[in-house]
Every structure is written in C-alpha cells, then in structure tokens.
C-alpha cells in the first residue's frame, strides 16, 4: 500500500514506520511538522539504507495545512495519523496546541479522505486510522474499561484525544468514510522523550539527578511497549473493521513507584534520589483497559514489562548522544517550570 504516517518523525510514529518497512512492500510518506519532540533523527537510520529508504519519503509540514496534506492523502491508500502533543503536563500549561493538532488538524486529514473519495468514479476508499489513548475514558477505579464505555478526559491531552475520536466516528457515520480508532495504553520503549515518566527517570537517574515522583506514587498504568504498540496499529490498519474502535494493551499494570524501583534498580542507583514532589492537577488514578476486541481478531502483545524495561534502560544508556541533544535550552525552562518549584518543596520518597 501507499501510507501516509502523519507524526511519523515522533516516537510511536516512527516505530511504526521502521517495523512497517521492515515487514511489508509498502510505500510509506511520513508528513511531520518536527515540533521539539519530532526528529529526523527518529528515521536516520531508515534514509540511510539503500533498500528501505526507496520506499520512504519525508514531508516536514503541519496536518493543519490543507495545501500540504491534500495532496499527499489524495495519493494514499491509507493514512495513519500519529501526530499528536502528547505530554499532559504540557497540556496543563498551554492547551491550544493539543487542540490544534488533535482537532483541527484531525479534521483537515478527514476532509482530504473524503476530497479524495469523491474523485472520478468514487469508487476508491483511504483507510484512516486514528491513534488515540487509553486516557480518553478518565479513571478506571475497578475493572477494565472497554470500548463502548463513556469517554471521561480529565486533561486538555485526552479531552483532545476525545474530541478527535468524536471527529473520526462523525465522518464515518456521516460520510461513509473508513475509519479505524486504536486507544493505546500507556507506552514506553527508546526514542521517546526524556520529557515522559520512564525516559526521564532513566536519564535523571543516569545524571545522578532527582527523581520527581508525583504524589505518593501509587497511580497505576498498563505498560505497553512502543513495538507492540506500532504492531497493533499496524495489525488493525489491515484487519481493523470499518468503524471499528480498538483497545491495546498488555495488561500489565504497575505503580509509577514500582516502575521507579525498577529504573533504579536497572541501573544500579539509590533509591535516595527518588523525591516526592506535589502532585499535578486532575492526575488520573487508574487506567485500565480490555483488549478482548483485539484479541479475538488474533493480535496480542508479545514484550514482557520486565524485557522491555531493561532493553529500554539500555537503549538510554547506549544513545546519550540522542536524549542529551533534547536537553537543550528550552527543555531547561520547560523543566524548571514543571519541577524546580516542586523539587524545592519536595521530600525523601
């Protein structure tokens, strides 16, 4: 197939693109703005191998751009729309990108498919998979949380997520377009961030440096890896019903503390660098979701926590080069907005 992975230069995205090349005869077009947590260095191995980078190409623009995202929908057999700001704690601070790139540009890729469709005989169809989050059904206090269950976002991040999921169904609904929805768990594996949990525990405990752990640590997460997640994506994009939402995970949940006894203890560091920090606003207790709708079309997560974690502590620990040139200027005043207050206030773990 022809792909159109919007996002593809970011974490998840490009994951996706590198096992999709590696497994398939696809023709992949990878359109990303590369905003700060976008990078080309994301896909440099995959540009420099003669066999695969013949069939990838890089558009750096934004899903919000009508004149760059038409074209290139209406030249693809499918579009697989991972662009997304993802970090809550952002969100918190300032919402409108979220809104920007889950919505409107949400929407822009939707009118490009439908454009598309309308074209000469009508009979042609541009699969769009949305990749959405776990995060869109709020707390889950008791049980799993399955797909026909009330969405319940609780952050400008999964009310965004939410809002575009609404979009999707609409346009399925509405104009018959085909449409796929995959909700995520929460997702950890290398290349992602430093500014997320499990990437920046690794790479402050690396440092020697604090670890701000929110709370009293016990918020609980289902801990997918970033292969199994582009897998799934991937699995869904060629079996996914049309219509069809999906949940993946791997239903393996764990405490952020745990998670951090585990980091450390990777890495052979002192549970005296863990800090009790103030909580954020509105942080979900729980999620957990059921992947019985998955399963049942024959996909299921394939890495253990416990080998994912330790290949990703290795992955950090191989590749300082790539964290560290994140750490840049504006990932201090990011850094020092969200924690310095809080690390002042904070207490022995």
Same mark, same amino acid.
């Given at each position: 197939?022809?792909?159109?992975?919007?996002?593809?230069?970011?974490?998840?995205?490009?994951?996706?693109?590198?096992?999709?090349?590696?497994?398939?005869?696809?023709?992949?077009?990878?359109?990303?703005?590369?905003?700060?947590?976008?990078?080309?260095?994301?896909?440099?191995?995959?540009?420099?191998?003669?066999?695969?980078?013949?069939?990838?190409?890089?558009?750096?623009?934004?899903?919000?751009? @009508? #004149?760059?995202?038409?074209?290139?929908?209406?030249?693809?057999?499918?579009?697989?729309?991972?662009?997304?700001?993802?970090?809550?704690?952002?969100?918190?601070?300032?919402?409108?990108?979220?809104?920007?790139?889950?919505?409107?540009?949400?929407?822009?890729?939707?009118?490009?498919?439908?454009?598309?469709?309308?074209?000469?005989?009508?009979?042609?169809?541009?699969?769009?998979?949305?990749?959405?989050?776990?995060?869109?059904?709020?707390?889950?206090?008791?049980?799993?949380?399955?797909?026909?269950?009330?969405?319940? @976002?609780?952050?400008?991040?999964?009310?965004?997520?939410?809002?575009?999921?609404?979009?999707?169904?609409?346009?399925?609904?509405?104009?018959?377009?085909?449409?796929?929805?995959?909700?995520?768990?929460?997702?950890?594996? @290398?290349?992602?961030? @430093?500014?997320?949990?499990?990437?920046?525990?690794?790479?402050?405990?690396?440092?020697?440096?604090?670890?701000?752990?929110?709370?009293?640590?016990?918020?609980?997460?289902?801990?997918?890896?970033?292969?199994?997640?582009?897998?799934?994506?991937?699995?869904?994009?060629?079996?996914? #019903?049309?219509? %069809?939402?999906?949940?993946?995970?791997?239903?393996?949940?764990?405490?952020?503390?745990?998670?951090?006894?585990?980091?450390?203890?990777?890495?052979?560091?002192?549970?005296?660098?863990?800090?009790?920090?103030?909580?954020?606003?509105?942080?979900?207790?729980?999620?957990?979701?059921?992947?019985?709708?998955?399963?049942?079309?024959?996909?299921?997560?394939?890495?253990?926590?416990?080998? %994912?974690?330790?290949?990703?502590?290795?992955?950090?620990?191989?590749?300082?080069?790539?964290?560290?040139?994140?750490?840049?200027?504006?990932?201090?005043?990011?850094?020092?907005?969200?924690?310095?207050?809080?690390?002042?206030?904070?207490?022995?773990?």
């Amino acid at each position: 197939m022809r792909l159109l992975v919007t996002g593809g230069a970011g974490f998840i995205g490009s994951t996706f693109v590198r096992r999709r090349l590696s497994t398939n005869d696809d023709e992949i077009v990878v359109l990303d703005k590369l905003t700060y947590a976008g990078s080309r260095a994301n896909l440099a191995d995959l540009e420099a191998d003669p066999t695969l980078s013949r069939r990838l190409r890089f558009v750096e623009g934004d899903i919000a751009d @009508p #004149e760059i995202v038409n074209d290139l929908v209406s030249s693809s057999d499918a579009v697989i729309n991972f662009a997304a700001e993802s970090h809550v704690d952002r969100s918190i601070i300032d919402s409108s990108a979220f809104l920007r790139t889950g919505v409107l540009g949400l929407h822009t890729i939707l009118e490009a498919a439908r454009a598309a469709e309308g074209d000469g005989d009508g009979a042609r169809s541009i699969r769009v998979v949305q990749v959405s989050t776990d995060e869109v059904y709020g707390p889950v206090i008791t049980g799993d949380s399955r797909e026909e269950d009330r969405l319940d @976002p609780r952050s400008p991040y999964s009310a965004a997520k939410a809002a575009g999921e609404l979009l999707v169904k609409a346009y399925g609904a509405t104009y018959g377009l085909d449409v796929v929805i995959t909700r995520g768990a929460n997702t950890y594996g @290398p290349r992602q961030h @430093p500014e997320k949990f499990i990437p920046l525990f690794i790479t402050n405990a690396i440092d020697d440096q604090p670890l701000p752990l929110y709370g009293d640590g016990q918020q609980r997460r289902d801990w997918l890896h970033v292969d199994d997640h582009a897998d799934a994506v991937g699995f869904l994009l060629d079996h996914g #019903e049309t219509g %069809g939402v999906y949940n993946v995970c791997r239903q393996e949940e764990r405490t952020n503390r745990e998670v951090a006894e585990r980091v450390l203890g990777e890495l052979s560091k002192p549970w005296s660098l863990v800090r009790t920090v103030p909580d954020r606003p509105a942080h979900d207790r729980r999620y957990a979701i059921d992947p019985s709708r998955l399963h049942a079309l024959g996909w299921s997560a394939q890495v253990p926590f416990e080998q %994912g974690l330790r290949d990703t502590v290795r992955w950090y620990s191989d590749n300082p080069a790539w964290w560290r040139a994140l750490r840049d200027g504006a990932w201090d005043r990011y850094y020092e907005h969200q924690y310095g207050w809080r690390l002042a206030q904070s207490v022995e773990a």
